[in-house]
């Protein structure tokens, strides 16, 4: 029987991480481990990125590892750009040239921060404009990383879904209660949900797909008009939607331009090498659906007398 190939997830806790781990494991060609930073959990590895002695106890030589940890707040790095750049920038790279020379498969989740973003779908060949410390943070790495020898994978995505969920579940407790929300209607992101990055990731183990590849939906939307499915899906009025510019909010130390104006990317690559397509405004909007019924639908609404 072909032997399963060893998969480590760096940063299992992670919203990329978890869905990757649940969505690989049930691939009977792959066994996975994902990492974690909960004592509580023994039957996982412990790794701090901070603390170089944990990294002696992580699997060696995987197959594959996905590089999913990380500072991910845009105001942290931008405060505190020393601390933060310690772990996505040099004890990333640390623990890629580890693996790599281990003959592992190293990938590395990127941004479609890293472009300025003037137009849509930003491709392989638009110049790279960081426009904030994580951004450079991100840029930074993927370039070094790319000057490693052995295999190394950076796959640039743009917001992940699963990842807007706490935000979406606010906006449904809030419009429930009866309260306005007030979303951005000139901030854009291009959501891409599991299946894609489940798809995209197999795909580039399997091929042992190399360089930068694209993750990304099809479409840049508002938060305005992500907060009008959310309105729609619970059957909250439409009137409490308040939106606002996010150039009028204090958004310190998250610098105003650290945002780009288009977040969606070219899938050009990822589409011919992988057969993977950007994932389609349905899904989101089916996965808002599903958000609702899980939080009570508009059955919500009637206990709460706010419909
Ligand atoms: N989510 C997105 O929309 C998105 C978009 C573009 C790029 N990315 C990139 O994709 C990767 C995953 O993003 P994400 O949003 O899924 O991340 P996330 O949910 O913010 O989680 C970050 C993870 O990093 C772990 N971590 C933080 N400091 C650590 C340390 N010192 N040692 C070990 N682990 C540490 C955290 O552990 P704890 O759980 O224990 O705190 C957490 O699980 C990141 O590289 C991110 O930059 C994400």
């Given at each position: 029987m072909e032997t399963r190939k060893q998969i480590l997830v760096l940063g299992g806790d992670s919203a990329i991480g978890k869905a990757l781990a649940e969505g690989l494991s049930r691939d009977e060609h792959f066994e996975l481990s994902a990492?974690?930073?909960?004592?509580?959990?023994?039957a996982r590895s412990f790794f701090d990125a901070?603390?170089?002695?944990t990294w002696n106890k992580l699997p060696d030589s995987p197959a594959a590892a996905f590089f999913c940890f990380g500072n991910t707040s845009l105001k942290e790095c931008e405060s505190n750009p020393g601390e933060t750049r310690a772990i996505?920038?040099?004890a990333t790279l640390d623990l890629a040239q580890k693996y790599a020379t281990q003959g592992t498969h190293v990938i590395f989740f990127s941004?479609?921060?890293v472009f300025e973003g003037k137009h849509p779908l930003s491709g392989p060949e638009t110049e790279i404009r960081p426009q904030g410390e994580y951004a450079r943070q991100k840029a930074e790495t993927e370039e070094r990383l790319l000057k490693l020898a052995g295999m190394v994978t950076v796959l640039r995505i743009t917001k992940f879904l699963e990842s807007l969920d706490s935000l979406m579940r606010q906006w449904m407790d809030e419009l429930r209660a009866g309260e306005p929300v007030q979303p951005f209607h000139d901030r854009l992101i291009c959501p891409f949900d599991r299946n894609l990055?489940?798809?995209?990731s197999a795909g580039v183990i399997r091929k042992e797909v190399t360089g930068i590849l694209h993750l990304s939906g099809e479409a840049d939307i508002s938060y305005h008009l992500l907060a009008a499915w959310v309105a729609e899906a619970i059957g909250a009025r439409a009137e409490l939607l308040d939106p606002i510019s996010a150039r009028d909010l204090a958004l310190e130390p998250e610098p105003r331009f650290a945002w780009p104006p288009w977040t969606s990317l070219d899938m050009a690559r990822s589409e011919k090498e992988l057969g993977?397509?950007?994932?389609p405004l349905s899904r989101v909007r089916k996965h808002i659906k599903a958000l609702a019924a899980e939080a009570g639908g508009n059955s919500g609404m009637e206990k709460t007398g706010h419909e």
């Open positions: 990492t974690t930073r909960r004592r509580k959990e023994p901070h603390d170089a002695h996505n920038v040099e941004t479609s921060l990055l489940c798809a995209a993977i397509l950007p994932t």
